[in-house]
């Protein structure tokens, strides 16, 4: 009965190893979001930061997936929306309130 549960296991081990397979990110390019754009197949992003306009109103925002997102307020980055922020494929993002631009590191998903 032993052997049996050890060649079971063996077995589950040998079959979840096939099934959990790592994968590597590849640098793609740097890029600066304003308008809408949506994470393409295959590709991650890391949003590094925002670069802020400043019109008396100290609250910066972006959008994630048409959710508004307070990134930083006062000058501060807040600890909740700590950078960097990663992006799965299909995730779209844009520039907020008084945001310009959103800089961002696009990676290649390798198999």
């Known amino acids: 009965m032993r052997t049996f549960l050890i060649i079971a296991l063996w077995f589950s081990l040998v079959s979840i190893n096939k099934t959990v ?12 979001v304003s308008t809408t754009q949506t994470v393409p197949a295959n590709k991650v992003w890391k949003v590094e ?11 910066n925002q972006i959008s994630i997936n048409s959710t508004s997102i307070v ?20 995730t779209t ?19």
């Open 21 to 32: 397979q790592a994968q590597t990110l590849q640098f793609s390019q740097v890029l600066l």
């Open 71 to 90: 990134v930083s307020t006062f000058g501060y980055t807040l600890s909740g929306n700590a950078f960097p922020l990663w992006l799965p494929a299909g």
């Open 93 to 111: 993002l844009a520039a907020g309130s008084n945001v310009f631009q959103v800089s961002v590191i696009e990676f290649t998903v390798v198999p």
């Open 49 to 59: 930061g925002v670069m802020p306009v400043y019109n008396g109103n100290a609250i």
